[in-house]
């Protein structure tokens, strides 16, 4: 693997954002209604993303400056109010053009190891890099549930306490109990959902685990806020806590400022 690996970014040698590229990514709808002062804290958090991971092409792709550009500008956007010490610990971000199929080893409840081989879209690998895929890259921010980099980057904040189980360290004020009653009630009725066939607005992804339960709700906490209120409000009041943001209110000023 080493033989394909392409570092552009990282360090003292890390370029500025791309400028067109942030114009046309900050136009997507996962960012309306940001303020001017938070648009420019966005900035900032981005460059530093930038200027501190090294980004990484595979699989022939090479990463320039406007890509980076995107992939920064969204995961800036969880830590908005959080502060980028948040994704310290860390270094790299690996950059598939597309899907990738790693191949995993899982031992079954016989014992017996079976080879597996699925298509990712995303990955977080604990104290290790972050790796993504650039086409669904391109998919994200459109303000439909979607954003592989905020949920790869969800589950970077999910292992800042150790287990990946969808319970972050929490903010300042925040009670575990009160994450947990939330959480806990809302996935059991998210998994009977799924598990009857419902069709459901938010992806059925969710219901694999906790932790993908968590990272997929942090996408529709920024990207479709209404579905989540209307489906799981005492999820998205505990998410608006841990962010420090609420996008739907967001979402709403703008809605007025429209009307007038």
């Given amino acids: 693997m080493a033989g394909l ?9 890390s370029p500025s954002l791309d400028a067109a590229a942030w114009a046309d990514t900050l136009a997507l709808p996962v960012f309306d209604g940001l303020t001017d002062a938070e648009a420019g804290r966005l900035q900032d ?49 690996v950059v598939y053009p597309a899907e990738f199929v790693p191949e995993r080893e899982i031992m079954d409840a016989y014992g017996v190891v079976h080879r597996m081989r699925q298509p990712l879209s995303g990955e977080a690998w604990e104290g290790g890099p972050l790796v993504l895929s650039w086409d ?8 439909q549930g979607y954003n592989v980099v905020i949920h790869e980057f969800a589950h970077k904040l999910d292992m800042r306490n150790g287990a990946v189980d969808g319970l972050p360290p929490l903010t300042a004020g925040m009670a575990v109990a009160d994450w947990a009653a939330a959480f806990e009630r809302a996935y059991a009725d998210f998994c009977r959902r799924v598990d009857r066939g419902e069709e459901t607005i938010i992806d ?4 694999e685990s906790p932790a993908e339960f968590f990272a997929v709700l942090t996408e529709y906490f920024f990207e479709m806020p209404d579905v989540l209120r209307d489906d ?19 979402l709403e000023s703008l809605n007025d400022l429209s009307a007038t």
């Fill in 136 to 143: 669904d890259v391109l998919h994200s921010g459109g303000g």
């Fill in 5 to 13: 690996l392409k570092s552009l970014f990282g360090g003292s040698a």
């Fill in 45 to 93: 958090l981005a460059g530093q993303l930038v200027a501190d991971k090294t980004f990484t092409g595979v699989a022939g792709h090479e990463v320039d400056s406007a890509m980076a550009t995107v992939i920064a500008a969204f995961a800036a956007l969880p830590v908005l109010n959080l502060g980028y010490e948040w994704y310290k610990g860390w270094n790299e971000i």
């Fill in 204 to 207: 059925p992804y969710a219901s």
């Fill in 232 to 250: 799981y409000p005492a999820v998205y009041e505990q998410l608006q806590r841990f962010y420090k943001q609420d996008p739907l209110k967001r």
